[in-house]
């Protein structure tokens, strides 16, 4: 099939990973695909972004309206399609009516693009309900279709690709990549770290944590830095199997540090009305109930002290759920593998 993946980067590197991860495994799976973005600058930080696959064209998608006609339109995030190229849709008859439950074919056997929104990672109940409904444009004869991506059964499931599972390296030391965003119960943590029992060795990734910890001075301790650059995400996946603990942030890193089966810290991109606290709730409920993380990732969304010495004695159990975690997650399915199969069954 003809693909054409929309991308507006809000959460810089977790849509532009996520749009990346995608359109590249759809590419893999023998798919041609175009993938429209607005901030190609973006992609490119995470190299080799602009050579994601041979089937895969990078497109910078700005106000001009994309000249595009594919088999299947996947709106990431709710991206929005400009006017303009949906009234082409439209008048070109590649949409059924409206009120009708599939899309079909139109016209001179031409065949009708399945229009997706793809939206945002979340465990809540609430989009169990919503996954796969059709939602009529108001206006023009076309017909959206919510796919909701999920690490529960009934939704579309993450993009998963077959990789192996490092152990970490056993150098005496606990390792801890670190990818974040600024957040004011950092310094406490790091001194923690400095002053635990055991050698701790903090990988640390671009972004604003860099800066807080350059800020963070720290005594002669057992906590060793090692800063990293920016890292190309099959070797950022490579990162997080090797280390025993991973902090993440957003949706990209966030959905890897489960693949590489390591217990994980996640910060959640902020939302209004700390609307995101429901989701990092959700998460907690099925990933870790019961367990250290629960009051952890509480405290380090809130910027608040964290009790870290908890969270230590605690990881030998957490890496246990976190091995059976990465096995239910795989067992929904490939999200571009479910995707594919969703729009066959509606053109």
């Not at 009234?87 to 693009?113: F, M, S, Y």
């Not at 002290?305 to 997650?329: F, G, I, M, Y």
Request: hydrophobic letters at 45%; charged letters at 15%.
């Amino acid at each position: 099939m003809h693909l054409a993946l929309f991308c507006h980067v809000i959460d810089n590197y977790g849509d532009a990973g996520v749009a990346w991860r995608l359109a590249r495994r759809l590419g893999v799976l023998g798919h041609s695909v175009e993938l429209w973005i607005d901030a190609t600058d973006t992609l490119e930080r995470l190299a080799p972004a602009l050579n994601i696959h041979p089937l895969v064209q990078v497109c910078a998608w700005t106000e001009a309206t994309p000249d595009t006609h594919p088999d299947a339109a996947i709106c990431l995030f709710g991206a929005v399609l400009p006017e303009s190229l949906l009234q082409r849709w439209a008048k070109a008859g590649l949409q059924p009516p409206r009120g009708e439950a599939t899309a079909g074919r139109v016209g001179a056997d031409t065949p009708a693009p399945v229009w997706i929104n793809l939206e945002y990672l979340t465990c809540e109940d609430w989009a169990l309900g919503c996954h796969g409904l059709p939602s009529p444009h108001p206006r023009l004869p076309l017909t959206q279709w919510f796919y909701f991506p999920g690490l529960r059964a009934g939704l579309g499931g993450i993009v998963c690709e077959p990789a192996p599972e490092p152990l970490p390296a056993d150098t005496g030391a606990l390792r801890i990549s670190l990818f974040s965003y600024a957040n004011a119960a950092l310094p406490t943590l790091l001194h923690a770290w400095n002053d635990s029992a055991q050698p701790i060795e903090l990988w640390l990734c671009p972004g604003p944590a860099v800066a807080q910890v350059a800020a963070t001075p720290l005594p002669p301790g057992n906590l060793r830095i090692r800063q990293l650059p920016w890292l190309a995400p099959d070797a950022y996946d490579d990162l997080l199997r090797s280390c025993h603990l991973n902090f993440v942030r957003g949706e990209d890193s966030f959905v890897r540090a489960q693949l590489a089966g390591r217990p994980l810290v996640w910060q959640a991109y902020v939302q209004e009305e700390n609307a995101h606290y429901a989701k990092i709730e959700a998460f907690l409920a099925i990933y870790a109930p019961g367990t250290t993380l629960t009051a952890f990732h509480t405290a380090w969304n809130a910027q608040t002290p964290t009790d870290w010495p908890a969270l230590e004695a605690d990881l030998a159990r957490l890496q246990d759920n976190a091995q059976q975690w990465r096995k239910q997650v795989m067992a929904q399915g490939d999200l571009a593998e479910n995707l594919l199969k969703f729009i066959n069954e509606r053109l």
